[in-house]
C-alpha cells in the first residue's frame, strides 16, 4: 500500500480537462513540494512536474499541478490520445526521510 | 541527450545477490546525486535509496525494507552507479529505475532493469 493515495483511475474525452488527485498527510504534502510523474509500460518514467508548476523543457503547459494542505493535483487540459498513461505523484516525507509515492492513476482517453 | 541505462537484473534465488547496474550519459555525473526506485507487479513506485554526489560525501540512505542488505555505490569515472543487492526477498521482486537527483524530484530516469526472486 502506497503512502500517498491517488484513485487507480481517471478518464477523459479529448479536449476535456482532467484531474488527478494524491492524498498525502502533513509530513510529506502537507510540508514539502510535489512532484508528477508519466509512467508507460516498459518505458521509462517521465518527470513532468515539481512543486508549483516547475516543468522541464518538453512538457507542455497544458500539465498544471495545485496544492492544498495535504492534498495535491495534476491537471491537464485540451486531453490528447497521446495523454493515456499512469500518472504518480511523489513528495519528500520528514518522517520516514525519504521520498514517498503514491499507487498511480491511469488515465484512459475514450 | 540524458541517457540512464540499467543493466544486471535477472532470476534469482531467495538468498541471492545481484548487482545492477546504471550507466549515464548526458550530464555532469560527477555532481549529481543519484537515486534508484522500484516498482513491484500491481504496486505503485517505491524508493529504494540514494547517493550524493562525491563532493557531498557521497553519502547514503535507504528505504527501510532494503536496510542492511542494500548497498548504493558510484563510480565517477565510468558515470556509474550501482545497487548491490544481498539476501534477496521474493518481495524484492520488481522493476528496478535508476534516477538522477535525490528526494521527490528525478528529472530523468532508465527504463529499468526486471529483477525476479523465486525459487
Known amino acids: 500500500q502506497s503512502v500517498l493515495t491517488q484513485p487507480p483511475s481517471a478518464s477523459g474525452t479529448p479536449g476535456q480537462r482532467v484531474t488527478i488527485s494524491c492524498s498525502g498527510s502533513s509530513s510529506n504534502i502537507g510540508s514539502n513540494a510535489v512532484s508528477w510523474y508519466q509512467l508507460l509500460p516498459g518505458m521509462a518514467p517521465k518527470f513532468l512536474i515539481y512543486g508549483n508548476n516547475d516543468r522541464p523543457s518538453g512538457v507542455p503547459d497544458r500539465f498544471s499541478a495545485s496544492k492544498s494542505g495535504t492534498s495535491a493535483s495534476l491537471a491537464i487540459s485540451e486531453l490528447q490520445s497521446e495523454d493515456e498513461a499512469e500518472y504518480s505523484c511523489a513528495a519528500w516525507d520528514d518522517s520516514l526521510q525519504g521520498p514517498v509515492f503514491g499507487g498511480g492513476t491511469w488515465l484512459t482517453v475514450l | 541527450e540524458v541517457q540512464l541505462v540499467e543493466s544486471g537484473g535477472g532470476l534469482i534465488e531467495p538468498g541471492g545477490s545481484l548487482r545492477l547496474s546504471c550507466v549515464t550519459s548526458?550530464?555532469?555525473?560527477?555532481?549529481?546525486?543519484m537515486s534508484w526506485v522500484r516498482r513491484a507487479p500491481g504496486k505503485g513506485l517505491e524508493w529504494v535509496g540514494r547517493i550524493k554526489s562525491e563532493s557531498d560525501g557521497a553519502t547514503t540512505a535507504y528505504a527501510a525494507p532494503v536496510k542492511g542488505r542494500f548497498t548504493i555505490l558510484r563510480d565517477d569515472s565510468k558515470n556509474t552507479v550501482y545497487l548491490q543487492m544481498n539476501s534477496l526477498k521474493i518481495e524484492d521482486t520488481a522493476v528496478y529505475f535508476c534516477g538522477n537527483r535525490g528526494g521527490s524530484r528525478i528529472d530523468n530516469w532508465g527504463q529499468g532493469a526486471l529483477v525476479t526472486v523465486s525459487s
Open positions: 548526458g550530464f555532469t555525473f560527477t555532481n549529481a546525486w
